[in-house]
């Protein structure tokens, strides 16, 4: 397909300023659309797809300074670059042109370099601007169809199960995070489950987020220990990624005999919700790709029904007001008191509600959650 001509309107009501400026734009290969008045420099501005418009300031009827203003102010014709066409002792009127949104202007007598020069300028300058604009429209289409597959890795459906039920919640910091959460059930029943934290935010900490959740999916985890799990997924990801680390719980659960196994890298605790209490369940290990040997611990409890198991990113705690005072993990668990007796969905979103009304809505990091609840 032929690129077409840059199409330039030239709003002049002296007939030879007209003739002088055609002749110029149209040996220079432009192709030229004329008005005399301002009305039907508004009516040509809306009805063709303008590059340039060349503006007399002084015209009959409307004056070019409210041409200017109209154009500059429609969706359609407010990216078109406006130059003044002026006297030299129009100073004062130019500038009353420059705040209606206009960009540059040329003076008379018309010289042919000049007028080339200008309109090559703003034309290569409107051209990047389009350019640009349909970067980011692209940029965040592209933004929005990767936070929706993200979203879907960490909300979903869990296995239907007798005896628990599982909730998430995900809220990222950008369109797209570093948090992670996935699962696996394995032959034998156990539901393993993947909990982590990526440093940073974005697309990058997205990237390093997928290749873990990919690690995850296609190892086969079902003769090694929680603790062992993160020692593979920290030895197949440590060669490729050195820019960042996760913070992990890794957790099996075998809902027949109710015992839950675990093993953490560099995450804080889980909560254990049971007969009103908190406890925090927890071990110790550096983050996933800090170090190049990982040494993780595994720890095993027994569940009983009724318990809730409640594990959360720091993004739920380290969250400012609007003095920059931070929420804490202490303040945290306060509000997980408060709401201690609700249960499922309504637990999570009254969390992330309280935290959000201490932040003032702002979401400070990636504010992720995952609940699951034995059954009674």
Do not use: W
């Not at 409107?126 to 929005?144: A, C, G, T, W």
């Not at 969250?319 to 931070?326: H, K, L, M, R």
């Not at 804490?328 to 009254?350: C, M, P, Q, T, Y």
Request: hydrophobic share 45%; aromatic share 8%; net charge negative.
């Amino acid at each position: 397909m032929l690129d077409l001509p840059p199409k330039i309107l030239v709003v002049d009501d002296n007939e030879t300023n007209v003739e002088i400026i055609t002749h110029i734009l149209l040996e220079a290969g432009y192709e030229v659309v004329v008005a005399y008045d301002g009305e039907y420099a508004l009516e040509l501005a809306d009805a063709l797809e303008l590059d340039l418009i060349l503006l007399d300031i002084l015209l009959p009827g409307i004056s070019g300074l409210e041409v200017a203003k109209k154009l500059t102010s429609e969706e359609k014709t407010k990216h078109i670059p406006i130059l003044f066409l002026s006297a030299l002792n129009e100073t004062r009127d130019i500038v009353r042109g420059f705040e209606t949104g206009a960009i540059d202007y040329i003076t008379k007598p018309f010289q042919e370099a000049e007028i080339l020069a200008r309109i090559r300028t703003h034309i290569k300058i409107k051209n990047l601007e389009k350019e640009r604009i349909n970067l980011i429209h692209s940029i965040k289409q592209d933004l929005n169809l990767a936070r929706a597959n993200q979203q879907n890795l960490v909300k979903f459906q869990f296995p239907p199960s007798d005896y628990y039920k599982i909730y998430t919640s995900y809220t990222p910091m950008d369109l797209v995070g570093g948090d992670l959460i996935t699962y696996d059930l394995l032959p034998n029943g156990d539901l393993d489950i993947l909990f982590g934290d990526v440093t940073g935010h974005g697309i990058a900490a997205a990237m390093v987020s997928l290749m873990a959740i990919i690690t995850f999916k296609t190892m086969n985890q079902s003769f090694l220990t929680p603790s062992e799990c993160l020692y593979l997924i920290h030895n197949t990801l440590s060669p490729m990624i050195t820019t960042h680390f996760i913070s992990a719980i890794y957790f099996r659960f075998n809902p027949v005999d109710k015992i839950l196994s675990y093993s953490m890298a560099g995450h804080h605790s889980m909560i254990l919700m049971r007969d009103g209490n908190l406890l925090r369940l927890g071990t110790k290990g550096f983050c996933l790709m800090m170090f190049p040997n990982l040494l993780t611990e595994n720890e095993e409890i027994g569940l009983e029904p009724g318990d809730r198991l409640f594990l959360f990113s720091d993004g739920m705690f380290e969250v400012p007001d609007e003095d920059e005072n931070y929420l804490g993990e202490k303040a945290f668990l306060n509000i997980v008191k408060i709401h201690f007796n609700k249960r499922g969905r309504d637990f999570l979103d009254s969390i992330e509600n309280a935290v959000l009304n201490y932040s003032n809505q702002k979401v400070a990091d990636d504010m992720t959650m995952l609940l699951l609840e034995i059954a009674d």
